[in-house]
């Protein structure tokens, strides 16, 4: 994922989310109730509307993500992150299953939102991304941090 | 965006009284909203006509108008109290209507109130099926082909679109009135004249017919940021055709695939966007082709429904509430879900069990209407049951209906039906098909066949057909061979005990200790909204053959309270108005409440009701089963009717302690013997009587007592099959036709007291003192059932010293039946002696209305009786006599039921009530009349035709009348009797006699009021054909010379001026 970061358009679901997340150096925990079903509520962490999700997770992406990496969507039952967006590496993830099958279809927007992506990138020539990711151990645990030095 | 801060007082209007598709489901939606929109701390003005609500317990709102609900009475409220706004979705299409009225009269202007919940435009956009199949195109939805038919021959040219058969739906009509399938062209002009008459704008959709499509209903809420949620599916096990209050429905839906599903809820949530509901409940309606899958919009209510009530039930969400909070502002991720305590409300309920409804019908009632079911509703209450599977719901709530069955089973024995006519049954739908349904399924039929012949989805056909296997299987053994696995499985396949027991030929308690012996023993699981996927904080639950028991009862201090089931004719809101009463006061008391009932209409399902629910059929086995789980120190049976009533000495020989009042004592009011030497022993007079089983039995008691004498079958209870006969060949028509006496099942004779004026006491007592809670005189004399008749309390035309016999009588009767609790004594007075007729120690129909009279809410003092607090140690020690006058009138069903006649009789028919309250009884009769929503002619043409015994009554009615300006019409032998007591009335022809003839007058709109007794079976087809048109041209008409006094004394209070309107909270005497 590391590898490609920056290069192309991403966009992760599910564990490609998790992946993601790890790959820009955020952590996961295991959640106490695992989101199963399609009835979750999710939402913008500032307001806005709710959309109704399917989702099948027992692992979430902990809320404490490094400079660059916004959560854009949350779980209303447990507030756990529900999707996040890196603007300059042009990636984003859910989740959740947009894909609806099985399940409500009003997150399938985020297909339009990562087709306009994918075209914005085939329009302008990919950056050169310099994504370099810094590793540091500190009490026994891995650090992982994300240093971009694209240019916009 | 929390709730608006710009409102101060808010109106909430109810939905009147109880008529057939509007029925206690806004009781309970109505509570939830005031409720809710009070704890945001508004203050709350509501008006509802119908007194046996909780709604209208003046604890509940600030300030509650028990006032008719029309558009006048309503501006006098506004203007009085100056809300800022009006909550016009939680009171039915009564309460849409009426804020549709206000609005165009221009009242909402002039005062400056704003509609919340819904705008005007989208409630038009919703209801007028015009405007709303233009808003469906626009959107891109599709709807049913048709058009809108404003003359009949407008709708022959739509109908050549249309083709046959063809659905006629007027517009603005509640639950479906009027709706019809016409197969041909004479029935379709027929049906489309009667449909132009009854809707209020005139206007029919004329629609292509989709009978045979499968049916389904989103309830959607919206929120004022566009947050949309499905909050349950439901699927109609009928199909289009069979009006969906009248349908089996199932939730959620089982027949659909998740594709299916999906494309349905977008467009449910297109509909709503489209229609412009922007806060709140709808409840949108779809129509999918079983094979092609091609799917129609069908309709929207953009209001909290009937199935809006059942989706609240089925999954613990409670709609109304949540509507009424985002009236206010709120958006539904504000909200908490209460159940959850901490997620929020924008989110969709899970089910993870199945649920059942099915509704009760009383055909019995209306013996000229056949059993069909058709696109107007007839069904008069439902049951709902909870399962683990749908084999399993459905069968808990078939021994729900309390109709003696005890599951998919057959009452009185099996259906013996050639091949052919059962396979005609099949086709048609009824009340009864799905038992036709197992015996095809049993003689052989196969499942598709089935399918094909009902239009029922072939899952729901395989299901029945399971259990028709499963029953099969149970009869081949004995109660001591009957296999663990086998029982195990009956019983999670919904079988009772009974049912068991029947198959196999053995007892109810029998098959409960072979169970017990084998430990196949049920568990409670939670409706959590949620699927356990969060902890649940409310102990709303159901009982399932399943491994884990989710009940953890506490060890509290606890009652267990027995509600009434469905609702029925006789046995209506008022008993769960009491029932819900019990719950408050126990709650008072700091003792937990227990709720056990199987109606999702009512307020004592509402989760917030008592401490605890259990949402169960009532039967003896599932009341053990609660028992034995929760172990209350007492059980209240005599607050829900007869159902629970029923089950009272059952339980107490299976150790259960029954409060209050005990079986044995109950047992000695209903029994005719025991009771007869009790009011011997108390020197309180009855009517003669007698019982026979035998019809020369019964002559010769009639001969002994004398004519005319009234006949009822000694083992049905509220009036049923009970007529006044007045010569022996009516008694022996009686014994012949309608019921067969015989040793074990006797006929009673009473003499029947002619012109006896009734009266209704209320009393509670706590087996040391009594109190009078109230005296009810009725209207109507006696003949006319106590529950048909309407009343005046205080009493209006009774002397002190027959109050005081009243009073006397029903102290010592408390008192020596050993009443702990509620009693209800019914008297008649006929040459100034006063008669006991009945003593009902128990809650009955009169308690809510006296408990609004008279400020006290008598079932609570009740409760707290059967708990042990005495009287004295409660407070209430003082009769209140209320110094306004307050009259209830009844409301009759006959709209539904064209073929019936409406005469009033010992058979009880109304639904519902209304009371009207004033300081002038004319003015408190005039707005029980409007109330009730009979239109009070002020001047116009009177017609006239009453029997002899009538005619001396009739002349000082006609006098008054003729003062007031009315023209007087009469038939030839009225007329003649009027002219000798020197009132001018004009001649006109009965039907029989020539034109233009009565009726042709009526059709002219030429007659404003009729005055019609009965006259007896010579020229009764006449006078059918004469009140149908009556009713038919909603010409008001009274069937009583009593009734005519009333109507009279109202008309002059209408004509004196405006009638004042006086919230309950200001004219209450101080309770004690």
């Known amino acids: 994922m590391r590898e490609l970061l920056g290069r192309i358009p991403i966009f992760g679901i599910c564990l490609g989310h998790q992946i993601l997340a790890l790959a820009l150096g955020g952590k996961t925990l295991k959640l106490k109730f695992g989101h199963r079903g399609a009835n979750h509520p999710v939402r913008h962490p500032d307001g806005g509307q709710v959309c109704i999700t399917a989702q099948n997770h027992g692992f979430a992406v902990e809320n404490d993500l490094p400079d660059g990496t916004a959560v854009t969507e949350i779980n209303l039952n447990d507030h756990t992150v529900e999707g996040l967006e890196h603007r300059v590496l042009r990636a984003m993830s859910v989740q959740y299953h947009p894909e609806a099958g099985p399940g409500p279809h009003e997150a399938s927007h985020h297909f339009r939102r990562f087709r306009e992506l994918v075209e914005d990138s085939a329009k302008v020539t990919i950056p050169a991304a310099e994504v370099e990711i810094v590793t540091s151990k500190r009490g026994g645990k891995e650090k992982v941090q994300a240093k971009v030095n694209a240019t916009e | ?1072």
């Open chain 2, 1 to 1072: 965006m929390p709730a608006r801060g710009d409102l101060e007082t808010i109106l909430v209007l109810g939905s009147g009284p109880i008529v057939i598709g509007q029925a206690c489901e806004f009781d309970y939606s109505g509570t939830q909203a005031v409720k809710a929109l009070k704890s945001l701390g508004y203050r709350v003005v509501l008006v509802n006509s119908n007194p046996a609500t909780i709604m209208t317990d003046p604890a509940l709102g600030d300030a509650t108008y028990i006032e008719p609900m029309t558009p006048t009475i309503v501006e006098r409220i506004i203007e009085k109290e100056r809300p800022e706004a009006i909550l016009p979705t939680v009171g039915g299409q009564t309460a849409l209507n009426l804020a549709v009225a206000l609005s165009e009269r221009g009242v909402l202007e002039k005062y400056n109130v704003e509609l919340i919940g819904a705008r005007i435009e989208a409630v038009h956009t919703a209801e007028d099926r015009q405007r709303f199949a233009a808003a469906m195109r626009d959107a891109g939805l599709p709807v049913c082909e048709g058009g809108f038919a404003h003359t009949v021959e407008e709708g022959e040219e739509i109908l050549e679109k249309t083709g046959f058969p063809a659905i006629l739906r007027p517009s603005f009509t509640l639950g479906g009135e009027g709706a019809a399938i016409a197969y041909n062209i004479e029935e379709f002009r027929d049906l489309l004249a009667r449909g132009l008459d009854l809707s209020p704008t005139r206007q029919v959709l004329v629609e292509r017919s989709v009978l045979g499509w499968k049916e389904f209903e989103l309830e959607v809420m919206r929120d004022r940021a566009d947050n949309a949620v499905v909050i349950c599916s439901i699927e109609n096990l009928d199909a289009m055709g069979v009006h969906t209050g009248d349908s089996i429905t199932v939730a959620p839906a089982m027949t659909l695939t998740d594709r299916e599903y999906q494309r349905m809820r977008d467009w449910a949530f297109a509909v709503i966007r489209a229609v412009g509901v922007e806060t709140g409940g709808s409840n949108i309606q779809f129509a999918v082709h079983p094979q092609t899958g091609e799917m129609v919009v069908v309709e929207m209510n953009p209001r909290v429904s009937r199935s809006s009530a059942l989706a609240s039930k089925a999954t613990g969400f409670p709609i109304a509430k949540i509507a009424a909070l985002l009236a206010v502002g709120m958006t539904l991720d504000e909200i908490p879900n209460d159940i959850t305590g901490e997620t929020p409300a924008s989110f969709e309920p899970t089910i993870d069990y199945v649920v059942v409804k099915i509704p009760r019908w009383d055909f019995a009632k209306f013996p000229r209407t056949g059993p069909w079911l058709d696109t107007s509703m007839k069904s008069v209450g439902e049951v709902m049951a909870l399962g683990a599977n749908f084999k399993e719901a459905l069968q808990k709530a078939l021994r729900s209906l309390d109709v003696g069955i005890a599951g998919l089973e057959t009452a009185g024995g099996k259906i013996e039906l050639e091949a052919d006519r059962l396979i005609a049954r099949l086709r048609t739908p009824t009340w009864d098909r799905i038992f036709h349904a197992r015996e095809a399924l049993m003689q052989g039929i196969s499942v598709e066949e089935a399918a094909r012949l009902t239009q029922i989805d072939p899952w729901f056909i395989e299901q029945i057909a399971q259990i028709v296997g499963c029953e099969q299987e149970l009869s081949r053994y004995g109660v001591d061979s009957l296999p663990e696995s086998l029982l195990r499985k009956a019983k999670s396949w919904g079988f009772s005990d009974l049912q068991i027991g029947r198959l196999i030929g053995t007892d109810e308690a029998k098959i409960r200790a072979r169970r017990e012996k084998l430990d196949v023993r049920p568990v409670f699981n939670q409706v959590d909204t949620c699927a356990a996927e969060f902890e649940a904080h409310t102990p709303y639950l159901y009982s399932t053959y399943a491994t884990r028991c989710e009940a953890n009862p506490t060890d509290r201090r606890k009652v267990l309270i027995l509600g009434g089931g469905p609702i029925r004719i006789g046995q209506g809101i008022e008993f769960d108005d009491c029932c819900c009463q019990a719950a408050f006061a126990l709650k008072e008391l700091g003792i937990e409440s227990i709720l056990m009932n199987c109606n999702p209409e009512t307020v004592s399902t509402d989760y917030d009701t008592a401490d605890r629910l259990y949402f169960d059929p009532l039967t003896l086995e599932d009341v053990l089963n609660v028992v034995e789980v929760e172990k209350p120190e007492g059980v209240i049976v005599q607050f829900g009717g007869q159902t629970p009533l029923n089950l009272a000495r059952r339980l107490e020989e299976a150790g259960v302690c029954i409060l209050g009042t005990k079986p044995d004592a109950i047992d000695l009011a209903e029994d005719r013997e025991r009771f007869g030497a009790l009011i011997n022993r108390l020197g309180i007079p009855q009517p003669e009587n007698g019982m026979a089983s035998s019809e020369d039995e019964a002559l010769a008691i009639a001969e002994r007592i004398g004519y005319p004498v009234l006949l009822r079958p000694s083992y049905v209870l509220g009036g049923r099959s009970m007529v006044i006969a007045h010569d022996p060949e009516q008694v022996t028509q009686y014994l012949r036709h309608a019921v067969k006496a015989s040793e074990d099942r006797p006929v009673l004779i009473d003499r029947f007291l002619e012109d006896a004026v009734e009266i209704d006491v209320d009393a509670v007592c706590d087996g040391q003192r009594v109190i009078i809670s109230g005296i009810l005189q009725h209207v109507e004399h006696a003949g006319v059932h106590s529950g048909d008749s309407s009343a005046v309390l205080p009493p209006h035309t009774l002397t002190e010293v027959q109050i005081k016999t009243l009073k006397r009588y029903t102290r010592s009767l408390a008192l020596a039946i050993g009443v702990h609790g509620l009693l209800n004594v019914q008297y008649a007075i006929k040459d100034r002696e006063v008669y006991v007729l009945e003593a009902n120690p128990r809650a009955s129909r009169t308690v809510p209305f006296i408990s609004k009279a008279t400020g006290i809410a008598w079932a609570n003092v009740a409760a707290k009786i059967m708990t042990g607090v005495s009287l004295l140690q409660q407070g209430v020690t003082r009769e209140v006599t209320p110094d306004r006058k307050f009259v209830k009138e009844v409301v009759l069903p006959f709209n539904r039921f064209p073929e019936e006649d409406i005469i009033l009789g010992p058979e009880m028919k109304s639904t519902g009530e209304v009371m009207g309250v004033a300081d002038d009884l004319g003015e408190a009769f005039a707005k029980a009349e409007l109330g009730a929503g009979r239109m009070l002619p002020e001047e116009g043409t009177v017609f006239a035709s009453v029997n002899d015994r009538d005619k001396p009554g009739l002349i000082g009615v006609i006098k008054a009348l003729h003062n007031l300006g009315f023209k007087v019409l009469a038939t030839r032998g009225t007329a003649e009797r009027l002219e000798e007591a020197g009132l001018p009335a004009e001649v006109v022809f009965k039907v029989n006699e020539g034109r233009p003839n009565v009726v042709d007058y009526i059709k002219n709109g030429s007659i404003q009021l009729v005055i019609n007794t009965p006259l007896g079976r010579a020229s009764r087809f006449d006078e059918v054909a004469l009140r149908r048109a009556a009713k038919r041209h909603r010409i008001p008409t009274v069937t009583t010379i009593p009734g005519a006094r009333a109507l009279l004394d109202g008309i002059r209070a209408v004509r004196r001026g405006p009638l004042e309107v006086r919230c309950l909270q200001a004219s209450q005497p101080a309770a004690n």
